[in-house]
């Protein structure tokens, strides 16, 4: 812990030190080092040393220091030293830089905080396309007046250590002697701007004639912003017109009073709705993420992402989930003994079913027999080796055991996948003679058999006569083909694929002011906004007022008429705001009984 030292502690003269690096250094040690000038900027890896902007056409010196072509070419014109450094520096001197990019130009949808760049990708390792940044060992490997741009850690292990001295890009013959370092994490110093020899001298950054029209004309060099540079200018542009009103208007400071006015009159105008909206999941959406984030915070080698986006699963992936798929679905097996039609249980053993499918429309059946055939137990195909130890699934492999279910083995015609084990799943199937409570939850069901013809074919395959030993039948059952009439999943992606279009349906008449029901009144009376306007193209009058013998006829005549000879809304339209069958008679009133007990009439309170 100690400086220099394996002590387990500090002394306060090492705690409050100016040299103390660690987070332990004393509370005006960071202060002294301050009022002593220790102030440190380093230069990013990608910026000229001249002009202290991202290059366009990078050149070096032997030594190591990058330039803009442009930049140095214009210095060297007039004092022929090195910027950097003051020694002696001639343009033959110079060494052109062949940098890699991922790309032509940046991608607007990546976030770089900030950090400018020159808009055309990022500059990476030719090699393990690595993209560079400040702490990455930057080497180039210099063939007469140009040199290739490495990682350090490419040279050494596939140059270096492997004693092959031929460039990795271009195959040329190198020595050590033409390793060139550019930036070295370890050697921070070297890319110090408090020790150019041309910012001590009090001179300011060298320009580009393109960068000095950019600073006169906005006092912004955009482009080194990179993508940053449009939001400036939309920015710029924004307070701009902003400032012109407040000129026109002459009101700079708007008092409280007008304050509260607009905020009263923004609020009468309705809730207003959130500007951040929250993304819709997908229905295929994963439960779990891209891992994208996560890689990228790890690894260097990978673009960065900082949000968290769920993964998109594929219609086969979302639809083998239990109890998605609820269809169910049908199929025929056609044997040389008569037909089979079974009944496919999508919903408890999705992926048992879809691998039966589509090996049945592939024809995957087509000529396999029954090679085991047990009385009072089973018959088991689906191997086209016919020898029990073939077949493989739709995918390629064995495929997961489904339990999920109340399905088990107890009744006749009951159909199963045959395994070798536990989530060892393939082609294979059989259907049961007999109730065998011993394989549940040992094999898939995923069908039965339906219907009496069916369970007759059933009857004449368990009476085959088979070979002794072997159960294999004397006769061959041949399975001649496997017809599928009803397609669970094209089923559920049809039936979804309707919903999802009824819905839109739905949400584009909501839109447009919905349908006549929801524009009108069970009287047929068009229905107003708040705002006074009537909902729904067409509209002719709206709400308003009561039914019946609730209804003052007089007020709503004389409104219609006022609103006639006012040009508002024509006659006919008028006449027709109160319909006759509004026009309900009064019922005639009960004469009240007078006298007698009780407490009489109570219309006088």
């Keep these: 812990m100690g400086k220099g030292t394996d002590k387990l502690y500090i002394t306060h003269s090492e705690w409050s030190s100016s040299d103390a690096y660690s987070a332990s250094v004393g509370s005006n040690a960071g202060a002294r080092a301050a009022r002593r000038g220790a102030t440190f900027k380093k230069l990013p890896f990608n910026f000229c040393a001249a002009s202290l902007q991202p290059f366009k056409n990078p050149v070096c010196t032997p030594d190591g220091t990058i330039f803009d072509v442009e930049v140095i070419s214009a210095w060297l014109e007039k004092h022929q030293t090195n910027p950097v450094n003051g020694e ?5 001197d110079l060494i052109k830089l062949n940098f890699a990019r991922n790309a032509d130009v940046d991608d607007p949808s990546r976030n770089r905080n900030g950090v400018p760049t020159d808009g055309k990708g990022d500059l990476i390792d030719p090699v393990t396309f690595k993209v560079f940044t400040d702490n990455t060992h930057i080497v180039a490997v210099r063939h007469g007046s140009y040199a290739n741009v490495f990682a350090w850690e490419t040279v050494e292990r596939m140059n270096i250590k492997a004693k092959m001295w031929r460039d990795l890009v271009d195959d040329v013959e190198f020595g050590r002697k033409d390793i060139i370092t550019l930036q070295d994490p370890q050697n921070a110093a070297s890319r110090d701007l408090s020790q150019f020899k041309y910012l001590q001298d009090g001179e300011d950054a060298i320009l580009t004639k393109e960068q000095e029209a950019e600073r006169k004309a906005g006092n912004i060099n955009i482009e080194a912003l990179g993508s940053v540079g449009e939001k400036v200018l939309r920015a710029k542009e924004a307070v701009e017109r902003a400032r012109q009103q407040r000129q026109l208007t002459g009101d700079v400071n708007r008092t409280l009073s007008k304050q509260q006015s607009s905020s009263k009159l923004s ?4 809730p207003r709705q959130s500007l951040i909206q929250e993304k819709k999941l997908a229905h295929n959406a994963a439960v779990y993420t891209t891992g994208a984030a996560a890689a990228s915070f790890t690894s260097t080698g990978l673009t960065p992402s900082t949000s968290g986006e769920r993964a998109i699963l594929t219609d086969e992936e979302w639809m083998l989930k239990p109890k998605r798929v609820k269809n169910k679905g049908y199929a025929r097996i056609e044997t040389n003994l008569g037909d089979i039609n079974i009944e496919l249980q999508t919903e408890t053993a999705p992926k048992a079913v879809w691998n039966f499918v589509r090996l049945s429309q592939k024809g995957y059946y087509k000529g396999v027999v029954f090679h085991r055939n047990i009385k009072n137990f089973m018959i088991q195909g689906g191997d086209p080796t016919g020898t029990g130890r073939g077949g493989t699934s739709i995918w390629g492999k064995n495929f997961e055991d489904e339990f999920e279910g109340p399905l088990v083995h107890d009744a006749r015609g009951v159909m ?51 070979e002794d030993g072997s159960n294999r039948p004397l006769e061959d059952i041949v399975i001649k083909d496997v017809v599928v009439f009803v397609d669970p999943f094209e089923e559920f992606l049809k039936d979804k694929g309707k919903k999802e279009r009824e819905e839109k349906q739905k949400e584009e008449i909501k839109r447009q002011g919905g349908t006549e029901d929801d524009r009108t009144t069970w009287t047929g009376k068009r229905i107003r906004r708040e705002d006074g306007s009537l909902i729904g193209k067409g509209d002719r009058d709206g709400g308003g007022g009561t039914v019946g013998k609730y209804l003052d006829l007089k007020a709503v005549k004389g409104e219609s008429d006022t609103a006639a000879k006012t040009g508002r809304i024509s006659r006919e ?33």
């Design 267 to 270: 609020s009468s105008a309705g």
């Design 416 to 466: 199963s996948m045959a395994n070798k084990g536990k989530n060892t799943n393939s082609s294979q199937f059989f259907i049961l003679y007999r109730p065998a409570k011993h394989l549940d939850r040992k094999h898939t069901i995923f069908a039965k058999v339906i219907g009496a013809e069916s369970m007759q074919v059933l009857d004449r395959m368990e009476q085959t006569p088979v």
């Design 573 to 605: 339209e008028a006449e027709e705001v109160i319909p006759e069958a509004w026009e309900e008679e009064q019922p005639v009133k009960k004469k009240i009984k007078t006298g007698g007990g009780g407490f009489g009439n109570f219309d006088g309170w």
């Design 88 to 92: 002696p520096l001639a343009a033959k």
